[in-house]
């Protein structure tokens, strides 16, 4: 038996990749939808600075060693964690639509941090990559995502203005209004367990 050489196969032609349905915590990055600038949560148990800035340069959420470094979690802290890891820290808050740079002037390489107002979670781009070069082209369209992402998240109600909303002590259940009132009752009592007044 012979086999006929003289059959042509034939590729189909490619299809196109269908469009990807972004949800409401992520952002095409340069508009092209290749790559997607997202959400990735992190514990809210208090830590979630600490775990934020851990995922975002380690990819795990091992926080021991950071909280060690400093003992709460705000922007004196945030340039002290930048120092000690050499990488820039950038916070995108949601209620400013805003994006604040720790130590852009020490460091090239960079993590994105997305701050609520009372919450901290990292930025991915692809679900994969969490260190940027801010002498990279691509720098401008992600930091420009992350903004378009803050404004979409402001607009569906995820940000919080810790000036103006009721908080909760969840240690003996008073409610404060901004955040000037929570630390003076967090001084008096030592309490800082903390959350939204729903």
Same mark, same amino acid.
């Given at each position: ?91 995108v808050d949601i209620d400013a639509v805003k ?28 679900? +994969? ?64 367990? +903390?959350?939204?007044?729903?």
């Amino acid at each position: 038996e012979s086999s006929d050489s003289n059959e042509s196969f034939s590729l189909p032609p490619p299809q196109p990749k269908p469009k990807r349905v972004l949800k409401s915590t992520e952002m095409s990055i340069g508009g092209s939808g290749e790559n997607v600038l997202s959400v990735h949560p992190v514990p809210d148990d208090n830590s979630c600075l600490f775990h934020a800035i851990a995922y975002g340069i380690f990819k795990q959420d091992s926080v021991r060693d950071l909280r060690e470094m400093v003992s709460w979690g705000g922007a004196i802290e945030i340039g002290i964690i930048s120092d000690a890891l050499a990488v820039a820290i950038y916070v995108v808050d949601i209620d400013a639509v805003k994006i604040e740079k720790f130590n852009e002037d020490k460091f090239d390489n960079y993590i994105l941090i997305l701050f609520n107002g009372i919450h901290y979670d990292s930025l991915t781009m692809n679900e +994969f990559k969490t260190v940027f070069n801010k002498n990279q082209p691509e720098s401008d369209d992600v930091l420009t995502a992350a903004l378009q992402l803050a404004s979409n998240l402001k607009q569906t109600g995820y940000s919080f203005n810790t000036h103006k909303a009721q908080i909760k002590c969840n240690t003996c259940q008073m409610t404060f209004v901004g955040e000037r009132e929570v630390a003076r009752h967090a001084e008096s009592t030592g309490h800082v367990d +903390f959350g939204q007044n729903r």
